[in-house]
């Protein structure tokens, strides 16, 4: 009887397989199609361009909530935005003892909601995590979030939405 059950199961999984699109549509960050039916967590993991963002949100223990229910609006900085901070800034951040601080910092950069890009007004204050404002400003269609550029916008996750951008928003 056992190997009828393995058989069935083998069965189940093939058919499962065939039943799944091809390729779900998303939109491509770092490499990575990052796609609807995975969470911001898992959509940033596979982007070669979020590595200390991904490094960064482990570090300060907020795993499990950006892959909580949400939504969530996250503005996601690049390698490139975190490696433009003064030397040492990321280094001395992701010390066990900065944990609040990096904390604080990454909270700054996510929104309670999920806000696209076509929700945003010049001019417009929103609400972080983390309890600052951040300022939206557009521009001849480029949409700039304190002063950091949006180089890609509504990258949809299962809890939210992430917008890529080229600078670290740092709270005051």
Do not use: C, R, W
């Not at 069935?8 to 770092?30: C, H, I, L, R, S």
């Not at 996510?110 to 001019?123: I, P, T």
Request: hydrophobic residues 45%; negative net charge; aromatic residues 2%.
């Amino acid at each position: 009887a056992k190997g009828d059950k393995e058989t069935k199961m083998e069965d189940t999984a093939t058919k499962m397989e065939e039943m799944k699109p091809a390729e779900e549509a998303g939109v491509m960050v770092g490499g990575a199609n990052m796609v609807p039916s995975k969470d911001i967590v898992d959509n940033a993991a596979g982007s070669a361009d979020h590595t200390t963002l991904v490094a960064a949100v482990k570090a300060a223990s907020l795993v499990e909530t950006l892959k909580s229910a949400g939504p969530f609006t996250v503005f996601a900085p690049t390698n490139a935005a975190f490696n433009a901070l003064p030397a040492g800034t990321v280094d001395n951040l992701l010390k066990p003892e900065m944990k609040a601080d990096l904390a604080g910092v990454l909270t700054y950069h996510v929104v309670a909601g999920a806000v696209k890009a076509a929700d945003l007004k010049d001019g417009q204050k929103i609400k972080t995590v983390q309890g600052g404002e951040l300022t939206v400003s557009i521009k001849e269609g480029k949409v700039m979030i304190n002063g950091a550029n949006v180089t890609i916008a509504d990258v949809m996750s299962s809890n939210g939405v992430t917008h890529v951008i080229d600078a670290v928003l740092l709270p005051k």
